[in-house]
């Protein structure tokens, strides 16, 4: 890094512990378990962590929690019409989810 920004987040932290903003962080003392973010691959480490910090989820993960709901669904539907049009829905949810992670 240059010594510009070195200088200016050494200046902001001195400021942050002179206030007392420091203080009450949740984390302080605590490690932190940076082994999710290092069992993502590189090229998507920032796309992840932007979907993260906006609550959003990877398609793939919303994906799977669709299919779980209608597989809940599936098994509640009484009737045979409803229970086919889910099992269908349930099984092109799937394949998508599965094209989707494997293209990555």
Sequence with gaps: ?????????????????????????PYRGKTIDLEDYFKTPAEHRMGMKILKDANCLPPAIQLMKEIEVKKEQHKQAIDEQIREGLRKEIIAL????????ESQ
Aim: proline share 0%; hydrophobic share 40%.
């Design 1 to 25: 890094m240059s010594i510009f920004i070195d200088n200016a987040i050494s200046g902001w932290m001195r400021k942050a512990e002179q206030t007392g903003e420091l203080k009450d962080n």
């Design 94 to 101: 799937e394949l998508k989810r599965n094209l989707l992670i």
